[in-house]
């Protein structure tokens, strides 16, 4: 459960950021809401892994059409200003002119095209539609949330309903990222060869409901 840490006013963003770099904090996790610190619980293992997973298939498809990066490792987002909210996204991928050079080295004000989150047993509902709230409302242009437990990924834009894909289905990138597709079945599995599934099919104006958990 987040637990709220008290300070007599609102921090900025750059204050956030020098804190969480003070000696101590390294192996926490934080997040900025309205100017209030928020810890929260390390992820476990299957996150690692999903996280793992979808920046892999993230790095293929940059390295396919030739543009666009990703960072992992709950990269900071400055989602809100005044006071300022700080996300640490799970997954994010942008499409910009930057190099390791010319990054921001704090928190970056510049919203990615791609953000994915991946569901802990801590995340409750509310949470996960205020932060992709949070998102879609300062620019990003995808977000996608990953079930593990029931092994679907829930897209969102804006001004769009939300849509719900499973094993079987084809995740694109829409007009946030031209022909980026990936199969829901490849953000579970394993690296190497799998076993034959059912052919895939790509998101489409129907939905089907999530398989429930074995």
Request: proline share 8%; charged share 30%.
């Amino acid at each position: 459960m987040a637990t709220a840490l008290t300070k007599p006013k609102p921090m900025t963003a750059d204050e956030f950021y020098d804190f969480v770099h003070q000696p101590g904090n390294e192996d926490r996790h934080f997040e900025l809401e309205r100017g209030e610190v928020i810890e929260l619980p390390p992820p476990g293992k299957v996150h690692g892994f999903v996280c793992g997973r979808v920046v892999a298939l993230l790095n293929a498809y940059a390295v396919k059409v030739g543009q666009g990066y990703v960072c992992c490792n709950d990269t900071g987002v400055i989602v809100e200003e005044g006071p300022d909210t700080v996300r640490g996204a799970d997954v994010a991928f942008y499409i910009d002119d930057e190099d390791i050079d010319t990054m921001e080295r704090r928190y970056s004000h510049e919203p990615p095209r791609l953000i994915v989150e991946v569901l802990s047993p801590s995340d409750k509902p509310g949470r996960v539609v205020q932060r992709t709230s949070q998102y879609l409302k300062c620019g990003v242009g995808l977000v996608w949330i990953v079930d593990p437990d029931i092994r679907s990924v829930t897209t969102h834009r804006k001004g769009r309903e939300q849509q719900t894909l499973v094993e079987g289905d084809v995740l694109t990138g829409e007009s946030a990222l031209s022909k980026l597709e990936v199969r829901v079945d490849d953000l579970f599995a394993r690296p190497g060869p799998q076993k034959s599934s059912k052919s895939p099919r790509k998101n489409g104006p129907g939905k089907r409901k999530p398989k429930g958990k074995k």
